[in-house]
């Protein structure tokens, strides 16, 4: 065959080279952490020796970056895979037409190898670009152009062919589907096979034919338990290794929140028996003041030092532990309100406070959404200069949102500071997050959303 006669072939597959070397020489040449001779050592192999040093590079990638992806399956296995599958159809493809055969249709042959390696490749393309559905129809006529060409040139063997026609087809569609692939594609195969036994080997014996059935039959069930498998093994591998890392950080969640408990246990214990103690340090100090006379000045001075200090000590306790001496059966709105009520008692801050329902929290959520209210309003105070903070919350059986603004400084550039980045982490452990943003008309606002497990009550 001349030249002409398989461009249908060699368009797509010189197309295909291109975009592929392109690919991973812009993907190779933004590895930073790779040394630049490294990276011109893969970009030189990428031209000299094309899809062979392509496909190695993407397999190295996947064992490298196994856990930024959390599709099926690993964007460098797959598409490692599908080069491989298109070498090995080029290589079947062109060695189909490019010699002299002892069958008839070579023309149609040649389109039909050339719309074999375009949908394998378009399959790639479309799961790439999210079009998932359109890979279903796509395989199907994949699949029947493989057995067109298996059929108008049975007298050469080409079932390897259409092994990786099959192992391109699986590369691409969920595991999940494997099962219902099989059968059907089997059954497909086993028909076709009997067929063209019948109309095309008429001078076989019947012991040749079962035995020609039964050998392309097997390797057909092999190679798709083989790759299926192999499949199967690398999505749980990938899933067991993700796993794992969030067992990990859950474990130091755990540990973490498991301090802020004991931190908080003991701040409320402080909180009421140190302070019950100070409190009534201070009363007997009050009550002993009129039993001095007039003319015991330095007794009377020092008793009112000692009451002085004994009030700032607790109200340092009482500043220290705010808020974390939560009843276990106390809601979320009462322990917020009372927040709110100490706060307007203490400061001249306007706070308004509007709920549509008591959502049912947990003493480790009320705690970390109380801290991050305090917090919100002791940056409005020191920071802002506000006068005015309003706090909206709203809840359903799924989510918990909360949303607080004041009405001081604002600024363009929102920098995450101590306070802030400490609220992120605290709300980000049980599950929520944050986002902050800053504008003349709204002032400073903070939304906070965290997930909900039980039941909300009004």
């Known amino acids: 065959m001349n030249l002409i006669e398989i461009l249908p072939i060699l368009i797509p ?152 026609v099959l192992i391109g087809i699986l590369n691409v569609l969920p595991s999940k589907y494997s099962r219902n692939i099989f059968v059907i594609s089997l059954v497909v195969y086993f028909i076709f096979t009997l067929l063209k036994v019948n109309q095309l080997f008429t001078q076989l014996n019947s012991d040749s034919r079962i035995a020609y059935m039964y050998t392309n039959t097997l390797f057909f069930v092999l190679v798709f338990i083989a790759f299926s498998s192999l499949k199967r093994h690398l999505i749980i591998n990938q899933s067991l290794k993700e796993t794992v890392e969030t067992l990990k950080e859950q474990a130091k969640t755990i540990e973490e929140l498991t301090a802020k408990e004991e931190r908080s246990r003991l701040a409320a214990d402080i909180h009421d028996h140190v302070g019950h103690t100070l409190t009534t340090a201070i009363i007997q100090l009050e009550s002993a003041l009129p039993l001095v006379s007039p003319e015991e000045k330095l007794l009377k001075e020092k008793i009112e030092l000692s009451k002085d200090q004994v009030r700032y000590g607790l109200n340092q306790i009482r500043s220290l532990v705010s808020g974390v001496d939560l009843l276990p059966h106390t809601s979320f709105v009462d322990n917020l309100s009372d927040l709110i009520q100490k706060t ?89 997050f944050i986002k902050v943003s800053s504008t003349d008309e709204m002032g400073f606002t903070l939304y906070i959303s965290i997930p909900l497990g039980g039941e909300d009550h009004a």
């Open 13 to 164: 597959t010189m197309i295909f080279q291109i975009i592929m070397q392109v690919y991973v020489i812009k993907h190779v040449w933004s590895q930073s952490e790779l040394n630049e001779n490294v990276r011109i050592w893969w970009i030189v192999s990428f031209i000299v020796f094309n899809f062979l040093a392509i496909s190695l590079y993407l397999f190295m990638m996947y064992k490298k970056d196994q856990k930024t992806h959390h599709d099926e399956t690993n964007p460098y296995f797959r598409r490692g895979v599908l080069v491989i599958t298109v070498i090995s159809l080029q290589f079947f493809i062109l060695q189909l037409i490019a010699f002299d055969q002892s069958f008839n249709q070579q023309a149609l042959v040649t389109w039909l190898g050339a719309l074999i390696y375009t949908l394998v490749i378009l399959n790639e393309v479309l799961i790439s670009t999210k079009h998932t559905s359109w890979i279903y129809p796509s395989s199907v006529v994949l699949f029947i152009a493989a057995l067109g060409i298996e059929y108008m040139t049975a007298s050469t063997p080409i079932q390897l062919m259409i092994l990786m």
């Open 344 to 432: 307007k008692n203490s400061t001249q801050l306007e706070i308004n406070f509007d709920h549509e329902s008591d959502p049912n929290l947990i003493l480790l959520q009320q705690r970390i959404l109380l801290s991050a209210t305090k917090e919100f309003i002791t940056n409005a105070l020191k920071h802002g200069d506000a006068h005015e903070v309003n706090i909206l919350l709203s809840s359903s059986k799924e989510r918990l949102e909360m949303t607080l603004s004041n009405d001081g400084h604002t600024t363009k550039s929102l920098t995450y500071g101590y306070g802030l980045s400490h609220m992120d982490q605290a709300i980000q452990s049980i599950g929520g």
